[in-house]
């Protein structure tokens, strides 16, 4: 939640939830009084969907129309409280009846990619816009979070199993025939394990 490149436009997250969300709108602020045709893309968990100052900075972005997309990465159990017990109106998405809002599949790379481009282009000429985008976390939220004493272990397998994201993708590369099994091997051994074991994360040059 620290890392922070100002050189890539990455402003990073933020140790208060939720609290990015305010930060993310001021840059929305920042590229339309610069008159840049570009957005803020500024995320949030379902966890800190009910935190005040997103209701605040939204109610702003709406008022001045910002250039401002607002993720929210729906896992269903934020640091480990289901969302229908810690949310009156688990529909993140349209919690806003004065800003749009779409839900996307977030385990699926091509409903996301269009999802983000229309987002882009609406918020570019209209104003805030809402995705959400049901994921899943594997593992617990912490070091100190064993992920399972609020869900079964058959619950995770059984996303795993149907919803992977990795899974889906290399199955739809072999349908297509962009890769073959063997190739598919290989590229599994030096990235997909990767990614699946890995907790770091990289910003892109």
Same mark, same amino acid.
């Given at each position: 939640?620290?890392?922070?490149?100002?050189?890539?436009?990455?402003?990073?997250?933020?140790?208060?939830?939720?609290?990015?969300?305010?930060?993310?709108?001021?840059?929305?602020?920042?590229?339309?009084?610069?008159?840049?045709?570009?957005?803020?893309?500024?995320?949030?968990?379902?966890?800190?969907?009910?935190?005040?100052?997103?209701?605040?900075?939204?109610?702003?972005?709406? =008022?001045?129309?910002?250039? +401002?997309?607002?993720?929210?990465?729906?896992?269903? $159990? /934020?640091?480990?409280? !289901?969302?229908?017990? *810690?949310?009156?109106?688990?529909?993140?998405?349209?919690?806003?009846?004065?800003?749009?809002?779409?839900? =996307?599949?977030?385990?699926? +790379?091509?409903?996301?990619?269009?999802?983000?481009? $229309? /987002?882009?282009?609406? !918020?570019?000429?209209? *104003?805030?816009?809402?995705?959400?985008?049901?994921?899943?976390?594997?593992?617990?939220?912490?070091?100190?979070?064993?992920?399972?004493?609020?869900?079964?272990?058959?619950?995770?397998?059984?996303?795993?199993?149907?919803?992977?994201?990795?899974?889906?993708?290399?199955?739809?590369?072999?349908?297509?025939?962009?890769?073959?099994?063997?190739?598919?091997?290989?590229?599994?051994?030096?990235?997909?394990?990767?990614?699946?074991?890995?907790?770091?994360?990289?910003?892109?040059?």
């Amino acid at each position: 939640m620290h890392m922070y490149r100002s050189k890539t436009n990455f402003y990073g997250g933020n140790g208060i939830v939720g609290a990015q969300t305010s930060v993310g709108t001021g840059l929305a602020y920042g590229l339309k009084y610069s008159g840049k045709k570009n957005v803020s893309v500024t995320m949030y968990g379902d966890g800190a969907a009910n935190q005040g100052q997103l209701f605040e900075a939204c109610n702003m972005a709406a =008022l001045w129309k910002l250039p +401002v997309v607002y993720v929210c990465e729906n896992n269903e $159990y /934020a640091m480990g409280t !289901a969302k229908n017990r *810690g949310s009156a109106f688990p529909f993140f998405h349209k919690r806003f009846p004065y800003i749009p809002g779409i839900k =996307l599949e977030g385990h699926n +790379v091509f409903h996301m990619k269009a999802g983000m481009a $229309y /987002a882009k282009a609406y !918020a570019i000429e209209h *104003g805030p816009i809402f995705i959400e985008a049901k994921t899943y976390r594997y593992h617990g939220h912490s070091m100190s979070d064993p992920g399972i004493s609020y869900r079964s272990r058959e619950e995770v397998q059984e996303v795993r199993k149907h919803r992977d994201p990795i899974t889906f993708l290399k199955n739809i590369i072999l349908e297509h025939k962009a890769a073959t099994e063997e190739e598919m091997k290989v590229l599994d051994f030096f990235l997909f394990d990767w990614i699946r074991t890995t907790k770091l994360f990289f910003l892109a040059n």
